[in-house]
């Protein structure tokens, strides 16, 4: 094997392949867009659906108001209900959304409740299951329906003189020990590992194919193949530049995001009030050399599988189903309550999505990440060599 | 326009698809797997992951444990807690989640709240916030802590001669009235168009670009053009034939999203998927068809648009790096639909695409708006009239067909 030679067929490639339009659209005007055409055409939108419905007020009605003038008075005065008359439809009215929920009083509840504090009342709301604001306004009435109670036991212990004091038995308080950068990375961790995996393998997906299979299309291959270049030193050259187009491709994706967070931030710190980014420079280059050998094995993969394709097109419908495959584990970051041990460092494509998951979360498992980066390389290893012996291969050139 | 003629160009280019076998493997396996692999096998995962997280008990650190001996003893007793002896560092270890939760009393804690004098003591959780076994933790302490607390009151209300039930003076009940259709309607109701709407366009995309630029590297497009077959003619055959992949691959995949949620009882057992495995008897027959008859001018604007583009370019691998960007497109508007919340007015009915898959959440959840339905399908067969009209145009121009 020869740098020289490699370096030679790596050239001739990077040449071509930057003639090509396709490529430039699909490495790098792809990636680059993706990520703030989604961000913020998403945000965009969900913030005008919220601004839209805090400016509507949901409808409610009440049943047997006459039972709960004090409760009906308070549910009439919250802001952010509208009560209307009651109608005998609301059922139907329910379901065709345009009422969100009706409270239900029983015969004569304020009385009773005043008089036989032994017997609890029962109110009953009707609401749309699963339905988004129905569910919202539900969750409005009970808050109501609770300080109404809160105020009835007040009114209960001061009738009876004993101090309300008595119900403040201690004071529970929530404190959240995880940093800011901890807490997002712990979101940022579902997603981007998913989106890192797609884009590394899809990035490499167009030159493997150009390559191998393009190149026996174009009846070129049989020419590169007589030229004195050891088959070594061209499966190398070839897979080299598939790696590094695959990992600009990523590269600039995972840049295009955080830009596109970085800008977009005032508008998500508008939906999610909380939010704060904070990526360190740090994570995202251990996830970066985590990466560089998966991209590797995917690189070398793709070659060996797209060079038994005839053409361009046969080679893709190889390459179809493979997505799928790494689709799966690499949606195992979003899934909760997995978590990385020796044994899933091995299985290649999903140690790398839990490991990434782990370290935008901020933590680093030096040992892990050792084990997931030397099996990812053996594994990249075992693929290349694979690519190589596919090279060797005459029925695999040149089949008919 | 002959329809003899574009009944010759259709079964032409019919016999030359489906000489291509692995392509046409291809175009429907996708569809069919993807349900079941990503639906099904990612939600079966998903909440077996879950419930394991759930069941295992979880290692927490409790903070001036002997100023609360019998809350701490009814945390062991539980036998969801695991306890770890206090250690200065917790917070470090919850956040590196080696701990889930930790709490801390306060001194003097449960002598403080036999006593009830002076001001209640405070009992502070630590948690990592986001992080889901953290929270499930969390969850679990509160639990047992109201519990605590409940009993506590009921003794000092009993100890000045009140019964526990003063606490209580209303109770709510909760009845969902919405039909069990309109339930799995808002619960499954937006994914279904955005899938159809998907693979309608990929069911499209293959055979356009083999229909335009692919038959210009061939280098067979003279030849049909030089037939006695007028433009008109050959763009209808070519159109219909990319209509019917484009109708088939939506039809597969409808059903094979239904067989799926059918037979995948793990899936029911999930929130998401509740009452999913009565997809087949609550998602209508009447509400399906409709939503194939909203998306039936979707996909004419589909084959018609891809035609015209791919036609541009001079190869297959050209059309593809045209029609990519345009995937994008038609995503967005399609995920919108997806979001909560957004409802249909008359202005979205306007936008393409948005529109079907906005109205056909409706129809599966059992409403029929049907002006919305009236303005949706026609403002759709509008722009796909237009984007056909740009097609036979296109196939007019010289420029176009022989682009150097």
Known sequence: MDARNVGIVYRKELTDILRDRRTIISSILLPILLFPLLILGIGALATVVVRKATRESPTVMLKGEEHAPDLARRLRENKRLEVVAFRDDYVQQINDKKLRAVVEFPISFETNVREKPAEPQTIKIFHYEGELRSQAVLRWLEAAVKDYSESVVTQRLTAARVPTEVLNAFAVEKMNVASAEKVTGNILGMILPYFIIILCLTGAMVPAIDLTAGEKERGTIETILASPIGRGDLVLGKFLLVLLVSIVTTALSVLSFAGTVLIGGELLAKIQKSFVLAVSGKSIAVVFFMVVPLAATFSALLLAISLIARSYREAQSYLGPLIFIAILPGMASMLPGVELNPGLALVPVLNVSLVAKEIFAGQYHWNLIGLIFLSTCVWAALALYVAVRQFHREEVLFRM | ?404
């Open chain 2, 1 to 404: 326009m002959k329809l003899r003629n574009i009944g010759i160009v259709y079964s032409k280019e019919r016999t030359d698809m489906l000489r291509d076998r692995r392509t046409l493997i291809n175009m429907f396996l996708f569809p069919l797997l993807m349900f079941p692999l990503v639906t099904v096998g990612f939600s079966r995962m998903e909440s077996r992951f879950r419930q394991k997280a759930q069941s295992e008990a979880a290692t927490i650190m409790v903070l001036g444990a002997e100023h609360a001996p019998e809350l701490v003893a009814q945390l062991r007793a539980s036998g969801k807690f695991v306890i770890l002896p206090a250690s200065e560092d917790f917070r470090q270890q919850i956040s590196e989640k080696k701990i889930r939760a930790a709490v801390e009393f306060p001194a003097g804690f449960e002598s403080a709240v036999r006593s009830a004098e002076g001001p209640p003591p405070g009992v502070k959780l630590f948690y990592y916030q986001t992080e889901t076994r953290s929270e499930m933790a969390l969850r679990g302490l509160e639990e047992a802590l109201t519990k605590f607390r409940n009993e506590l009151l009921q003794g000092r209300l009993a100890g000045r001669g009140l019964a526990a039930s003063v606490l209580t003076p209303v109770k709510l009940e909760e009845e969902n009235v919405a039909t069990r259709e309109k339930v799995a309607g808002v619960r499954l109701g937006p994914l279904i168009p955005y899938f159809i709407i998907i693979f309608s366009l990929m069911g499209a995309l293959h055979p356009a670009m083999d229909l335009t630029a692919g038959e210009k590297e061939r280098g067979t497009m003279e030849t049909i053009l030089a037939s006695a077959v007028s433009r008109g003619e050959l763009v209808m055959g070519k159109f219909l034939l990319v209509l019917t992949t484009s109708l088939l691959t939506a039809l597969v995949s409808l059903a094979s999203y239904g067989v799926t949620l059918k037979y995948s009882a793990s899936a029911g057992a999930r929130g998401m998927g509740a009452g999913s495995k009565e997809f087949a008897a609550h998602f209508s027959l009447q509400s399906l068809a409709l939503v194939f008859g909203m998306v039936l001018p979707l996909t004419v604007l589909f084959s018609a648009v891809l035609i015209a583009i791919s036609l541009i370019a001079r190869s297959y691998k050209e059309a593809q790096s045209y029609t990519g960007p345009l995937m994008m497109v038609a995503i967005l508007p399609a995920i919108a639909s997806i979001l909560p919340g957004i409802e249909l007015n008359p202005k979205l009915a306007l936008i393409p695409i948005l529109n079907v898959s906005l109205v056909s959440k409706e129809i599966l959840s059992g409403s029929y708006p049907w002006a919305s339905i009236a303005l949706v399908f026609g403002s759709t067969c509008f722009y796909a009239a237009a984007a056909l009209a740009i097609a036979v145009l296109q196939f007019h121009r010289e420029e176009v067909l022989f682009r150097a």
